[in-house]
């Protein structure tokens, strides 16, 4: 059964940081692309970041790049979402979701998410 | 970048009701869609990918169609416990735009 359980979310001031996991459990994460997506309070979802299977290609959303950093650690099987210098307009619900496959890179499986918090 | 406009914003429907979404890429997409349904206070859940493919376990009143620009997700007979927000996305290159939701309500 294909898990995703993440960690790390809270209330953080303007300008600070915060770093949300996602750790993979009945599958390789090695083998897949992984993504985050974003909900902010009331509204809809927003594709964030995504990085490929080995780390090396990494594209962002435009309001976050720069600020935010997806990486991963295949040994641990585990997915990092790094958010620096926060803003108001960040606060939302995170959730790191898988792809389906090489070939399918739509998401099919997703952690349960992680609220973030940021006041103004 | 190519991006997402679903219709309606939102709707209500019968129960047993044929009910019609539509998505429309501002760019050609090819068939790389997927439709998801997100229930009021969980998770997203993967409905159809590759336009019209139906994801495992998922009921086969649903379903999709389409290609290149306009696409559509059908529920043959609405049920009770379709109430969710529906979200197309496109994921052949990044960014992996969303549509901004259709939320379903029973009349």
């Not at chain 1, 953080?12 to 985050?36: I, K, Q, T, Y």
């Not at chain 1, 490929?52 to 990092?80: A, C, H, M, P, W």
């Not at chain 2, 229930?39 to 290609?67: C, D, E, H, M, N």
């Amino acid at each position: 059964q294909e898990q995703l359980v993440q960690s790390g979310g809270g209330v953080v001031e303007p300008g600070r940081s915060l770093r949300v996991s996602c750790v993979a459990s009945g599958f390789n994460l090695r083998n897949f692309d992984m993504h985050w997506v974003r909900q902010a309070p009331g509204e809809g979802l927003e594709w964030v970041a995504v990085i490929s299977y080995d780390g090396y290609n990494k594209y962002y959303t435009e309001s976050v790049q720069g600020r935010f950093t997806i990486s991963r650690d295949n040994s641990r099987n585990t997915l990092y979402l790094q958010m620096n210098d926060l803003r108001p307009e960040d606060t939302a619900v995170y959730y790191c979701a898988k792809i389906k496959n090489e070939w399918l890179r739509l998401l099919d499986s997703w952690g349960q998410g992680s609220v973030v918090t940021v006041p103004s | 970048d190519t991006q997402m406009t679903q219709s309606p914003s939102s709707l209500s429907a019968s129960i047993g009701d044929r009910v019609t979404i539509t998505c429309r890429a501002s760019r050609d997409i090819s068939n790389y869609l997927a439709w998801y349904q997100q229930k009021p206070g969980k998770v997203p859940k993967l409905l159809i990918y590759s336009a019209s493919t139906l994801q495992s376990g998922v009921p086969s009143r649903f379903s999709g169609s389409g290609s290149w620009t306009d696409f559509t997700l059908t529920i043959s007979s609405l049920q009770p416990e379709d109430v969710a927000t529906y979200y197309c996305q496109k994921y052949d290159t990044a960014p992996y735009t969303f549509g901004q939701g259709t939320k379903l309500e029973i009349k």
